[in-house]
C-alpha cells in the first residue's frame, strides 16, 4: 500500500472501482440487490454501473432479501458470479436460511461437487442515528458459519481491493462496508489490484500493547494510538482485513513482541468476535501475556437513536485508549 | 401440448418404476437399521418427476425437497451411488456428507434435496436467472409441496421469476399435508395454483397420480419457459403413501387408513400400467420385468453401498470451501 | 336485508347452489392463456347470488359443500340458514353429480362453473332449471353474468309464480352410449379426437381430431363450437345437430378460436345437419372429448354411438324472470 498511487477517491467511490472491474473481467459476473442499478445503491456504491453495464448485469430486486440472495445461490451454483448487495446487514435477518443453509453448506453437502463464487456486499456499522434495526455490527453471526468467508475493508484502499478479491474468489464471500467510512477519502490505485483475504496488516507498529481491531475501529485504535503516544506509549495496531479466514500469526506475531492486546470492535463486546480472538491469543501465547486480553465493544445493547445515546453507545478512540491505560495499569 | 410418443411413456414408466423400487427397498434397509437419520419417501408421488423429468436434459436445472430421492432418480441418478450416498459411504453422490436430505448430482443438473422447507425456490430462481443470462434455453424446475407454499421463500422467488420471466417452473406436489398437518389446517386455500395469479403468472391443476397429464402440463409450461414466457405454477394434486418420514402407512394418526387406501386406488403406477396394457405398449409380463429388472439394479446398488468404504475422517474438513 | 320479498317462505320451492372450486384452473391456462378463477372470487360470487335471493325471498337454500368451503364460507360470511346438501365428498365431479340428484326438484339451481361443471350437474339431474354462471373464459354452455341479480332471479323462482316455460329455454343434449360401459351425456360439443390418453385434459392439438358433434355452433363462442360456426352456425333454438369430420390435409378448413387466446387452422373434410333421431357412430381406438375436455378413452373396436335431443336443462334467461316479475309485481319497497 506504501507504493499506493497519488489519486484519492472516496471509499464509496472505491467500491464502484472494484466492482466494475469485475465486471469487465468476468463475463458471469452481475450485481443484484435493491436500487442497485436505477438508484446506483442507496449509499452510491454502484452509481454509474448501470449505463455502462445494463440492466442485464445491474439488476434492481424487489425488496426481498431470501429471494435476492437464494437468487445468487442458486446463479452461482450453476456459474455465474453474482455480486448480491444487502443494503444493510441488519437485514440478513430477512435472509439467514440461504446464507446459512444453503450458501455456507450447499458445497460440503454436495461433496465438493458445488462451487460457490459468491459476493455479498452489505452495511454495518452505527453513528449515524439510523437506530437499531439499520446500525448493526452482525459479522460474528458470519463468522460462525463454515464454508463463509468474511471480509471488513477499512480503507478505501481495500475496499476496492477486497471486493476485487472476493469476486475472485471461487467461495462466498461478505465483503462487510461501514457505513460511516464511506466518505473517507484515500489513495486508491486505478488499475485492479486485490487485496488478499485471509491477511492482517500491522498498520501502526509499537512495542508496548496490540490493538487488535478491523473496519472503521482501526481509525479509532490508531487515534488511541495516537493518544497513547503522548505519554509515552506506542501501541501496535493490526487491522484484520479478513475475519474468517483470520491472520492469527500475525495477531501472535504482534502479541510476542508487545505482551498486552486489547480486541476492539464496533460490534457487541458479549459473544463478539473480540472473545474468540482474545481465547486464541491465550491459546496461542499465554506465556507470552503480561496481562489478561482486554476488549473493547459496544455494551449489551441494541443501538440507540438519539445521538448522545448513539455516541455512549459507540466505541471509540477516547474509551480504546482508556482501556489500555487501564491494562497497563495507569 | 405434446402427447408422448410411446418411447416416451415407456420412458416414463421406467423412472416411475425406478422410483417405487428404490424407495421401497430403501425404507426396507432404513426399517433394518442400515440407512442412518431421516428418510423421507417418494411412494405415490411418482407420477410427478417422472412426468415433468422427461421433459428434462442434463443442462437444465432442478430443485427438490427433503423428500428429493425421486426427483434425482427421475433426472438420472444411478442406484449405486445413491444408496451409497444413503448409507453414509465414501462412494456416494455427496462422499457421505449430504445424506438422504441432501442428495444432490449438479452433473445431472440436480441443485440437492434440500432438508429446509421452501428452501429450494429462490435457489432455482437463480438457476433460471443464469439460464436466462446466458441467452440458452434451459430452464429450472422446482419441486415443493403445499407446505413450503406457506414459507416467504416461495412468495419472494414466485415474485421475481415473473418479474424478470425467467424460465422457471413451480412444481408444488400438494400431497395434503405439510409433515403431519392437514392442508386444511395449515392455509385457507385448497388450491396453491390460486396463488400464481398473485404474482403474474398462470397457475394450473393437474391430476398428480396421472403420469401422461402431469407430463402433457409440464410441457406446456416448459416451453413457455424456452420461449422467453416466463415461469408457470403447475400444481399436481398427489398423496404420500409413506409417512412423512419412513414407511410405516397404515394405523397413522393424523390421517385415515381409508383416506390412504382411497388414494392407493389411484396408483400412479398400477393406472398408468393398465392403460399401457390396453395401448399394447407394454404387457403386463413385460411391466413386471421391467419391476424386476429394476429390483436387481436396485440390490446391485445396495450391494455397492454396503461394499463401499466409509468415508475417511480425513475427509472431515474437505470441501467446506473451494 | 328486508327489501320487498315477495312471500313469506312457507311455500317456497327449494334454491340449489353448486359451485365448483375446481373449474377454471386446468391447463389451458397456461397453452391459451385463459382466465383464471380463483375460488375467492367463486366464493365472492357465491355470497352474492345468496345477497340476490334473500333480497326477494326466504327459499331454503340448498348448497354443494366442498373442501374448499367455497359455498360455505359465503354462507357463514353472510350467517344464513343455508344448509349444506348431504352428499359424500370425493372432490372430484362425482360431487357434482351427487349433488344435482340430490337437488331434484328443486325450484332452481345456480350453477357456478364452466361446462363440464354443467355437464356433470345435468348427469345427476339432466333438465333441472339452470341459472349457469361462467368462471372462466372457455365456456358454451354458462353465460359470464352478474351473480347478484342472478340469485335474485332464482329468488323470483322460487315463489313458482313463473311458469319455468315463459322464462327458460330447454337446452339441447348428447347422449353417449358406450359398448360395454356407461353412457355420457355432453350439451355443447362431443368430439372424436386421436388422443390415447385423458391427460391434462384440454383439446388444443387440431391434427388430432377425428370428428365432432355439436348442438350448437357459434361462431361468437370458443372451442368447438366456435369451429361449428364457422362452418355452418347452429343455434341453441334450433332442433337439429351438427357432425363434422376432420382432416388437417383437407383442402377446406376453417380458422376458428379453438381455444380462449388461439385462433388455428382446422381442415374439415365432410359436414352434415343432423336431426335428433339420426345417430353417428364412432369406432376406437381415440378419446372422446365432452364439452371440451377429454374425458373418455374409447379402446379399439369400442363404439360411441351418438343422438342429439332437446331434453337437458332449462337454462334460466334471468333478464327474463325479472322483468316478468317486475311486470306481475313492482319489488317496492315494503
Known amino acids: 500500500m506504501a507504493e499506493a498511487a497519488q489519486r484519492e477517491i472516496t471509499y464509496v467511490g472505491a467500491i464502484a472501482e472494484g466492482a466494475r472491474t469485475i465486471l469487465n473481467e468476468q463475463e458471469g459476473a452481475f450485481i443484484a440487490g435493491e436500487d442497485v442499478a436505477g438508484a446506483g445503491g442507496v449509499f452510491g456504491s454502484y452509481r454509474g454501473l448501470l449505463d455502462e453495464f445494463g440492466s442485464d448485469r445491474i439488476v434492481d430486486t424487489p425488496i426481498s432479501e431470501e429471494g435476492i440472495v437464494g437468487l445468487g445461490v442458486g446463479a452461482a451454483a450453476t456459474g455465474l458470479r453474482p455480486i448480491i448487495d444487502i443494503m444493510f446487514m ?54 460462525h458459519l463454515p464454508g463463509l468467508k468474511v471480509v471488513t475493508p477499512a ?31 484515500g489513495p486508491v490505485p486505478e488499475e485492479a489490484y486485490e487485496v488478499p483475504i485471509g491477511a492482517a496488516e500491522v498498520v501502526r507498529a509499537g512495542d508496548d500493547l496490540t490493538f487488535v ?88 445493547s441494541p443501538v440507540p437513536f438519539s445521538s448522545v445515546l448513539e455516541q455512549t453507545y459507540l466505541p471509540n478512540a477516547d474509551k480504546i485508549a482508556a482501556e489500555a491505560r487501564q491494562l497497563l495499569g495507569m | 401440448m405434446d402427447q408422448p410418443t410411446d418411447e416416451v411413456l415407456l420412458d416414463i414408466h421406467r423412472r416411475m418404476v425406478r422410483i417405487r423400487v428404490f424407495e421401497t427397498e430403501a425404507g426396507r434397509m432404513a426399517e433394518a437399521g442400515k440407512i442412518p437419520g431421516a428418510l423421507h419417501l417418494y411412494v405415490g408421488e411418482e407420477a410427478v418427476a417422472a412426468g415433468v423429468m422427461a421433459h428434462l436434459s442434463d443442462d437444465d436445472w432442478i430443485t427438490s425437497t427433503h423428500r428429493g430421492h425421486g426427483h434425482l432418480i427421475a433426472k438420472g441418478g444411478e442406484f449405486d451411488r445413491m444408496f451409497a450416498e444413503l448409507f453414509g459411504r465414501a462412494t456416494g453422490y455427496c462422499r457421505g456428507k449430504g445424506g438422504s436430505m441432501h442428495i444432490s448430482n449438479m452433473d445431472l443438473g440436480m441443485l440437492g434435496a434440500n432438508g429446509i422447507v421452501g428452501a429450494g425456490p429462490p435457489i432455482a430462481v437463480g438457476a433460471a436467472f443464469s439460464t436466462k443470462f446466458r441467452n440458452t434455453d434451459r430452464v429450472a424446475v422446482s419441486f415443493f409441496g403445499d407446505g413450503a407454499s406457506n414459507e416467504g421463500s416461495f412468495h419472494e422467488a414466485a415474485n421475481m421469476a415473473a418479474l424478470y420471466k425467467l424460465p422457471a417452473i413451480f412444481v408444488c406436489e400438494n400431497n395434503g399435508y405439510g409433515e403431519y398437518t392437514p392442508q386444511a389446517n395449515h392455509q385457507a386455500i385448497v388450491d396453491v ?130 | 336485508m328486508r327489501q320487498g320479498r315477495t312471500d313469506t317462505g312457507t311455500h317456497l320451492g327449494v334454491i340449489g347452489l353448486v359451485a365448483n372450486p375446481a373449474s377454471g384452473k386446468d391447463v389451458r391456462r397456461v397453452t391459451a392463456r385463459a382466465s383464471v378463477f380463483d375460488n375467492q372470487e367463486k366464493s365472492a360470487m357465491v355470497r352474492r347470488c345468496l345477497v340476490g335471493i334473500r333480497a326477494f325471498a326466504s327459499a331454503p337454500i340448498r348448497y354443494m359443500p366442498d373442501p374448499h368451503h367455497v359455498a360455505r364460507s359465503a354462507v357463514d360470511e353472510l350467517r344464513l340458514a343455508a344448509e349444506p346438501l348431504d352428499i359424500a ?234 322483468s316478468h316479475a317486475v311486470c306481475r309485481r313492482p319489488f317496492t319497497n315494503a
Open chain 1, 90 to 143: 441488519d437485514f440478513m435477518g430477512e435472509c439467514m436460511d440461504e446464507i446459512a443453509n444453503q450458501m455456507a453448506k450447499m458445497r460440503y453437502m454436495f461433496g465438493g461437487s458445488a462451487k460457490l463464487p459468491i459476493t455479498v456486499v452489505t452495511m454495518s456499522g452505527a453513528g449515524m442515528n439510523m437506530a437499531a434495526q439499520h446500525s448493526q455490527s452482525l459479522e460474528v453471526w458470519l463468522c
Open chain 1, 213 to 300: 481491531s478491523y473496519s472503521r475501529m482501526v481509525s479509532e485504535a490508531v487515534k488511541a494510538a495516537e493518544a497513547l503516544s503522548a505519554d509515552g506509549i506506542e501501541a501496535e495496531v493490526i487491522d484484520l482485513k479478513s475475519l474468517q479466514p483470520m491472520d492469527t500469526d500475525t495477531v501472535i506475531e504482534s502479541v510476542q513482541k508487545t505482551h498486552r492486546a486489547v480486541v476492539v470492535h464496533e460490534a457487541v463486546r458479549f459473544a463478539g468476535l473480540g472473545g474468540e480472538i482474545a481465547a486464541q491469543i491465550q491459546e496461542l501465547a499465554f506465556d507470552d501475556l503480561d496481562a489478561p486480553v482486554a476488549r473493547v465493544g459496544a455494551p449489551f
Open chain 3, 89 to 322: 365428498i370425493d372432490a372430484n365431479v362425482g360431487d357434482t353429480v351427487r349433488a344435482a340428484r340430490e337437488l331434484r326438484g328443486a325450484a332452481a339451481v345456480i350453477v357456478l362453473g364452466g361446462d363440464g361443471t354443467n355437464r356433470a350437474f345435468a348427469k345427476g339431474w339432466l333438465d333441472a332449471p339452470l341459472i349457469a354462471l361462467s368462471t372462466g373464459t372457455n365456456n358454451a354452455f354458462p353465460t359470464m353474468q352478474e351473480a347478484t341479480t342472478a340469485g335474485a332471479a332464482a329468488g323470483v323462482l322460487a315463489t313458482r309464480e313463473l311458469p319455468l316455460a315463459a322464462v327458460a329455454r330447454q337446452a339441447k343434449a348428447i347422449h353417449v352410449d358406450i359398448d360395454g360401459e356407461d353412457p355420457d351425456l355432453a350439451l355443447i360439443d362431443a368430439v372424436f379426437t386421436r388422443d390415447r390418453f385423458v391427460g391434462a385434459r384440454a383439446l388444443d392439438d387440431p391434427s388430432r381430431l377425428v370428428a365432432a358433434f355439436l348442438t350448437r355452433a357459434d361462431p361468437a363462442g370458443v372451442g368447438m363450437t366456435s369451429v361449428g360456426g364457422f362452418v355452418h352456425p347452429l343455434s341453441a333454438a334450433e332442433d337439429a345437430a351438427l357432425t363434422v369430420e376432420f382432416d388437417a390435409s383437407a383442402p377446406h378448413g376453417v380458422n376458428a378460436a379453438l381455444a380462449p387466446g388461439r385462433f388455428e387452422r382446422i381442415g374439415i373434410s365432410k359436414l352434415r345437419l343432423l336431426n335428433f333421431d339420426d345417430a353417428i357412430r364412432w369406432t376406437g381406438p381415440g378419446a372422446l372429448a365432452f364439452d371440451g375436455e377429454r374425458e373418455r378413452i374409447l379402446k379399439v373396436g369400442q363404439t360411441a354411438t351418438l343422438t342429439a335431443a332437446r331434453d337437458g336443462p332449462w337454462v334460466v334467461d334471468v333478464a327474463k324472470v325479472l
Open chain 2, 193 to 322: 395454483a390460486d396463488r400464481a395469479s398473485g404474482y403474474g403468472m398462470p397457475g394450473v391443476i393437474v391430476d398428480g397420480m396421472d403420469a401422461v397429464a402431469v407430463y402433457e402440463a409440464a410441457g406446456a409450461a416448459i416451453e413457455r419457459a424456452r420461449s422467453g414466457d416466463g415461469p408457470t405454477l403447475l400444481e399436481c394434486k398427489t398423496y404420500r403413501f409413506f409417512d412423512h418420514v419412513g414407511v410405516r402407512g397404515m394405523g397413522l394418526s393424523y390421517r385415515t387408513d381409508e383416506e390412504l387406501e382411497e388414494w392407493q386406488k389411484r396408483d400412479p403406477i398400477h393406472m398408468f400400467e393398465a392403460r399401457l396394457d390396453e395401448l399394447g405398449v407394454l404387457s403386463r409380463d413385460d411391466a413386471a420385468k421391467i419391476h424386476e429388472g429394476v429390483l436387481e439394479e436396485v440390490r446391485a446398488g445396495i450391494e455397492f453401498a454396503e461394499s463401499s468404504p466409509l468415508p475417511d475422517p480425513e475427509t472431515l474438513l474437505e470441501d467446506v470451501y473451494a
Open chain 1, 155 to 185: 480503507t478505501p484502499y481495500d475496499a476496492k481491493g477486497m471486493l476485487i478479491a472476493a469476486a475472485r474468489d471461487d467461495n462466498p464471500v461478505f465483503v462487510v462496508m461501514n457505513k460511516l467510512s464511506l466518505r473517507n477519502q
